[in-house]
């Protein structure tokens, strides 16, 4: 039982240059998010999943493509990187919710995006 | 999105001493969840403790407790005999009890060091 994974865990880009991040979880989870992590702002919400085949922005998703076509996987895309998506970015699954129960967020390990 | 604020950007504790980070938040909902990541050197996102803004009473794990005061809206976390491996950084979070998405809401960190 793996949890969450991510793929790759460092990469440098080229401004204009595009890729992919590729998210996996064996959890059997409905949602999955991915956050970025910058100095002295937190973790803030790109993109999230409610459940296979469907995506939602959240609270950056300027320049990011996502796609969950499959239920365990969570793709977040850069088509033309800039420096200011220099960033760590954490993919996270969780069950959800039934009621007063609360399913807790499971995090990935992270990736360590540059752009130059 | 609600806010999230941790207004100590670093704290310093002795090492079996006592440290308390504060966080605070805004929302207009009257059910949420609250939380405390810890964030090692490694970049993996730990849980550390969870209260139910339902509950009125303090969550507590081991050597980690919370303050938590819902009409202040006031959530510190305190690290009781501070050991070496608590050095990280510490993220508050928010969430909703109800919707569609339940994503966090994380303020921008506190880091933690432990002098021995």
């Known amino acids: 039982n793996a949890g969450v994974t991510q793929t790759p865990k460092f990469r440098v880009l080229k401004t204009g240059q595009s890729m992919t991040l590729l998210c996996a979880q064996d959890?059997?989870?409905?949602?999955m998010y991915w956050y970025r992590q910058d100095p002295g702002m937190g973790l803030r919400l790109i993109h999230y999943s409610v459940g296979e085949g469907t995506t939602a922005k959240g609270e950056v998703p300027d320049g990011y493509n996502v796609s969950r076509l499959k239920k365990q996987n969570f793709l977040l895309g850069l088509e033309s990187a800039a420096p200011s998506q220099t960033s760590v970015y954490f993919c996270?699954?969780?069950?959800?919710?039934?009621?007063?129960?609360?399913?807790?967020?499971?995090f990935g390990p992270g990736t360590r995006l540059t752009v130059t | 999105a609600q806010t999230v604020t941790q207004s100590q950007p670093e704290m310093s504790v002795q090492e079996a001493e006592t440290v308390t980070l504060s966080c605070t938040y805004d929302t207009s909902e009257s059910d949420y969840y609250l939380f405390w990541y810890k964030q090692p050197p490694s970049r993996q996102m730990i849980l550390v403790i969870r209260?139910?803004?339902?509950?009125?009473q303090n969550a507590t794990e081991n050597r980690f407790s919370v303050n938590f005061q819902k009409a202040a809206k006031s959530f510190s976390l305190k690290i009781s005999d501070s050991q070496l491996g608590d050095a990280a950084m510490y993220f508050c979070?928010?969430?909703?009890?109800?919707?569609?998405?339940?994503?966090?809401?994380f303020g921008a960190g506190t880091t933690v060091t432990v002098r021995a």
């Open positions: 979070a928010y969430r909703r009890a109800y919707g569609d998405d339940y994503k966090l809401s």
């Open positions: 996270a699954s969780s069950s959800g919710i039934d009621g007063k129960r609360l399913y807790e967020q499971y």
């Open positions: 209260q139910e803004a339902y509950k009125q």
């Open positions: 959890m059997n989870h409905e949602y």
